[in-house]
């Protein structure tokens, strides 16, 4: 234990948002079970970490989990309360959401590499009263006793993750067994996976993305889950080949490292049959130039911690619309561009809304829909290509640019293998448009000016300076870090 005591609370009775009757029909995902439920009767799969790098079946794990939950059963923690823990990607971590699934407590993962301060304040924002940091510790302290049942319904709150937000304060996402279950089904039906096959889970089991692409997607379709404690390129392609790795999801900046990686080569991902990836930097010249390199599949996907994977290209979908759109909703989830051109969906994955009720209702619109705060355009097949954040808008001379636009064609270059674009306070244009570069030396503001002219973008768009850098500092669901980039930058 880590943490000093705090009064608990209990989030099944105090977090709920409200649904319309459009999301309680007694049809399709709405009919979910909760997720001790659905995973008691998934078929077997395996976890492989680096402590268990031999693997355990899901009926180990399974084990692990019914221990800890008599455990904290034992230690007063019932249904609705928060159990919170901070450990890197590792299968007790696994055994943890189990634990408390079965329970009906409410998991609350923390970034492992979350600061005390930060780990204090999201225990204070969801009222754990303790959180577990180290595995050997819980062991000790397990106790058993048979437990028949689970106590959980599917519209109670299963977990709370915290987004990785720029401003330090991040939000406290409440998602249910029903939102959870309902995206992990049909994940597994879009990405066309089966038994048997792997999936390697770079990203932290504390974000959405970690938890259902290497929690949940795995242990319902029977996969083999590979979970990597610290982000390394060339121990990744080990575990790439040694496990036949078929699937994996990320921001851009995973599949970088693993090109440029010096063990990398084609025969050392030639398992690797289908990449899902989102977020900045996913843009055409990306998704063609690693399928060329990785000789699989890579598609775009949209989604956020509020709203996971809500467009994606299915299975059965074309090379055009994975690389040149964000994809399309499917089954029950809906989407629709706003008056403000901000995409607004819903749909039995989307979340119930924050931790604090006014940040809820801010965001949480009448029927359940969310304003996800980015601009999108939508053709008349309903392929969605998200254009920038609403908040994220360079104002040059009156004109609003999208840095997600500019970044786009910066990153089109061959010269180009990231790009951020930033404004910088101009008295007299209100801002100048700033491209923080990674890629080669070459690339200066000449080279810059010259691409934008030829892509045809307008001269205003065009930057004004441009920044060569190694990397970029990035937020830890892999997403650039703004705030610090300005920092960096632009001048006291």
Same mark, same amino acid.
């Given at each position: 234990?880590?943490?000093?005591?705090?009064?608990?609370?209990?989030?099944?009775?105090?977090?709920?948002?409200?649904?319309? @009757?459009?999301?309680?029909?007694?049809?399709?995902?709405?009919?979910?079970?909760?997720?001790?439920?659905?995973?008691?009767?998934? !078929?077997?799969?395996?976890?492989?970490? +680096?402590?268990?790098?031999?693997?355990?079946?899901?009926?180990?794990?399974?084990?692990? =989990?019914?221990?800890?939950?008599?455990?904290?059963?034992?230690?007063? %923690?019932?249904? =609705?309360?928060? %159990? *919170?823990?901070?450990?890197?990607?590792?299968?007790?971590?696994?055994?943890?959401?189990?634990?408390?699934?079965?329970?009906? @407590?409410?998991?609350?993962?923390?970034?492992?590499?979350?600061?005390?301060?930060?780990? +204090?304040?999201? $225990?204070?924002?969801?009222?754990? #009263?303790?959180?577990?940091?180290?595995?050997?510790?819980?062991?000790? &302290?397990?106790?058993?006793?048979?437990?028949?049942?689970?106590? *959980?319904?599917?519209?109670?709150?299963?977990?709370?993750?915290?987004? @990785?937000?720029?401003?330090?304060?991040? /939000?406290?996402?409440?998602?249910?067994?029903?939102? $959870?279950?309902?995206?992990?089904?049909?994940?597994?039906?879009?990405?066309?996976?089966?038994?048997?096959?792997?999936?390697?889970? !770079?990203?932290?089991?504390?974000?959405?993305?970690?938890?259902?692409?290497?929690?949940?997607?795995?242990?319902?379709?029977?996969?083999?889950?590979?979970?990597?404690?610290?982000?390394?390129? #060339?121990?990744?392609?080990?575990?790439? @080949?040694?496990?036949?790795?078929?699937?994996?999801?990320?921001?851009?900046?995973?599949?970088?490292?693993?090109?440029?990686?010096?063990?990398?080569?084609? $025969?050392?991902?030639?398992?690797?049959?289908?990449?899902?990836?989102?977020?900045?930097?996913?843009?055409?010249?990306?998704?063609?130039?690693?399928?060329?390199?990785?000789?699989?599949?890579?598609?775009?996907?949209?989604?956020?911690?509020?709203?996971?994977? %809500?467009?994606?290209?299915?299975?059965?979908?074309?090379?055009?619309?994975?690389?040149?759109?964000?994809?399309?909703?499917?089954?029950?989830?809906?989407?629709?561009?706003?008056?403000?051109?901000?995409?607004?969906?819903?749909?039995?994955?989307?979340?119930? =809304?924050?931790?604090? !009720?006014?940040?809820?209702?801010?965001?949480?619109?009448?029927?359940?829909?969310?304003?996800?705060? #980015?601009?999108?355009?939508?053709?008349?097949?309903?392929?969605?290509?998200?254009?920038?954040?609403?908040?994220?808008?360079?104002? &040059?001379? =009156?004109?609003?640019?999208?840095?997600?636009?500019?970044?786009?064609?910066?990153?089109?270059?061959?010269?180009?293998?990231?790009?951020?674009?930033?404004?910088?306070?101009?008295?007299?244009?209100?801002?100048?448009?700033?491209?923080?570069?990674?890629? +080669?030396?070459?690339?200066?503001?000449?080279?810059?000016?010259?691409?934008?002219?030829?892509?045809?973008?307008?001269?205003?768009?065009?930057?004004?300076?441009?920044?060569?850098?190694?990397?970029?500092?990035? $937020?830890?669901?892999? /997403?650039? #870090? /703004?705030?610090?980039?300005?920092?960096?930058?632009?001048?006291?």
């Amino acid at each position: 234990m880590s943490s000093p005591p705090r009064p608990r609370t209990n989030l099944s009775a105090t977090l709920r948002h409200p649904r319309g @009757a459009h999301y309680r029909r007694a049809e399709g995902p709405w009919q979910i079970p909760d997720l001790a439920t659905v995973l008691r009767h998934a !078929p077997i799969s395996h976890w492989v970490d +680096d402590t268990f790098d031999h693997g355990l079946t899901s009926i180990e794990v399974a084990g692990m =989990g019914a221990r800890l939950a008599s455990s904290l059963r034992a230690e007063g %923690v019932g249904k =609705g309360d928060p %159990v *919170a823990w901070q450990l890197p990607n590792l299968v007790w971590s696994v055994a943890l959401f189990r634990a408390c699934w079965q329970i009906g @407590a409410v998991a609350v993962p923390i970034h492992h590499k979350a600061t005390t301060a930060e780990r +204090d304040e999201r $225990l204070a924002a969801v009222g754990a #009263d303790r959180c577990f940091d180290a595995p050997p510790d819980l062991v000790r &302290r397990l106790t058993y006793s048979p437990m028949h049942g689970h106590h *959980a319904r599917p519209s109670d709150p299963a977990v709370v993750l915290f987004t @990785a937000g720029s401003s330090g304060h991040p /939000k406290g996402v409440i998602h249910t067994h029903r939102s $959870l279950g309902a995206k992990t089904f049909q994940m597994i039906a879009l990405h066309g996976l089966y038994p048997g096959q792997s999936v390697l889970m !770079p990203a932290p089991l504390a974000h959405v993305s970690g938890l259902l692409n290497g929690v949940l997607v795995p242990a319902v379709g029977g996969m083999t889950s590979v979970l990597q404690q610290a982000w390394d390129p #060339d121990v990744a392609l080990t575990q790439i @080949a040694r496990h036949r790795v078929n699937f994996m999801v990320g921001p851009p900046t995973f599949f970088h490292a693993l090109a440029e990686a010096r063990t990398f080569s084609p $025969l050392a991902v030639s398992s690797l049959a289908l990449v899902s990836s989102g977020g900045a930097g996913v843009t055409p010249s990306f998704v063609h130039e690693m399928s060329e390199r990785f000789g699989a599949r890579f598609k775009r996907s949209y989604g956020s911690t509020e709203a996971p994977t %809500v467009t994606t290209t299915p299975t059965q979908g074309d090379a055009w619309h994975d690389a040149y759109t964000d994809g399309r909703p499917h089954g029950d989830t809906e989407l629709r561009i706003g008056t403000d051109g901000e995409v607004v969906v819903r749909g039995p994955e989307v979340s119930t =809304g924050y931790l604090d !009720p006014a940040q809820t209702a801010e965001a949480f619109g009448r029927g359940g829909w969310f304003h996800t705060g #980015d601009l999108g355009i939508v053709d008349s097949d309903g392929w969605l290509t998200i254009t920038g954040r609403k908040k994220d808008l360079i104002i &040059r001379s =009156g004109e609003n640019i999208s840095a997600a636009m500019v970044e786009g064609v910066l990153e089109a270059h061959p010269w180009v293998q990231q790009a951020a674009v930033i404004g910088e306070p101009d008295h007299r244009l209100g801002e100048r448009v700033v491209a923080v570069i990674v890629g +080669d030396t070459r690339f200066d503001l000449a080279e810059c000016r010259r691409w934008f002219e030829s892509q045809g973008a307008a001269r205003f768009t065009t930057p004004e300076r441009v920044e060569l850098r190694r990397s970029l500092p990035l $937020l830890a669901a892999g /997403k650039v #870090d /703004k705030e610090t980039l300005r920092r960096l930058v632009l001048p006291a």
